[in-house]
């Protein structure tokens, strides 16, 4: 079974389109997070959530919206598409406060066009 | 923005020791350093982490020198499966999970 499992493993879309990017953990933690890595790999973190409730927003436009329905779940909403967004996007998890215990999802690799 | 500086890319033997250094000169007294690579298509790894004693796990050694300026990660039996950008971070526990990742070094494990 996959730790932390993201839907799409590609998302091809055009500009101003909305899509959404899926992801669950199996392992009963309690933090889920999202991060962007963009062309050059830079990784930076973007949302995180505890027990379903915003723990961190990194200034990101408020065309992200994360969802987290149950704390197995942290969806990533993305309004009006732009060409800057094309990145990997990782959902991850891990206990709460034991970051060094985080598993990360196998990434989504979004490309607007 | 990163604060550390690594080579770009190394190469290592299969089955010898790989030794990735990182530099870290402007640290402050409560961050750590804290490693992680990254396989080719893959979402990053945490391998290790440490204050200022060196550190070892099953995966790997820490060295960090006495005035925490800098750092170097070991693999101490490389195999092709390390294959991977090493990320070398600094950060305080707290900010720990942001993860900013500067450019790392390339490793290739030859056979």
């Known amino acids: 079974d996959t730790a932390v499992s993201q839907t799409p493993k590609y998302l091809v879309t055009q500009m101003g389109n909305d899509k959404s990017i899926k992801c669950e953990q199996n392992l009963g933690h309690d933090t889920m997070y999202w991060y962007k890595q963009d062309s050059k790999k830079f990784l930076k973190i973007m949302f995180s959530y505890n027990n379903k409730e915003l723990i961190i927003n990194e200034t990101v436009p408020n065309r992200f919206s994360p969802k987290s329905p149950d704390k197995a779940h942290l969806n990533l909403h993305i309004n009006s598409l732009e060409l800057g967004d094309s990145a990997v996007y990782f959902c991850?998890?891990?206990?709460?406060?034991?970051?060094?215990?985080?598993?990360f999802g196998q990434g989504t690799r979004l490309t607007v066009v | 923005d990163a604060k550390t500086t690594q080579p770009p890319s190394m190469d290592c033997a299969e089955g010898r020791a790989a030794n990735l250094p990182c530099n870290h000169s402007?640290?402050?007294?409560?961050?750590?350093v804290y490693w992680y690579r990254q396989i080719h298509s893959q979402g990053p790894q945490y391998i290790i982490h440490g204050l200022k004693n060196n550190e070892t796990n099953e995966m790997a050694s820490l060295i960090i020198t006495e005035d925490r300026k800098s750092s170097t990660l070991i693999l101490p039996h490389a195999t092709l499966r390390d294959t991977a950008v090493y990320y070398c971070?600094?950060?305080?526990?707290?900010?720990?999970?942001?993860?900013?990742f500067g450019q790392g070094t390339r490793l290739t494990i030859n056979p």
């Open positions: 991850a998890s891990s206990p709460s406060d034991r970051f060094t215990e985080a598993f």
């Open positions: 971070i600094v950060s305080d526990i707290q900010g720990a999970q942001k993860l900013v």
């Open positions: 402007t640290i402050s007294g409560n961050e750590y």
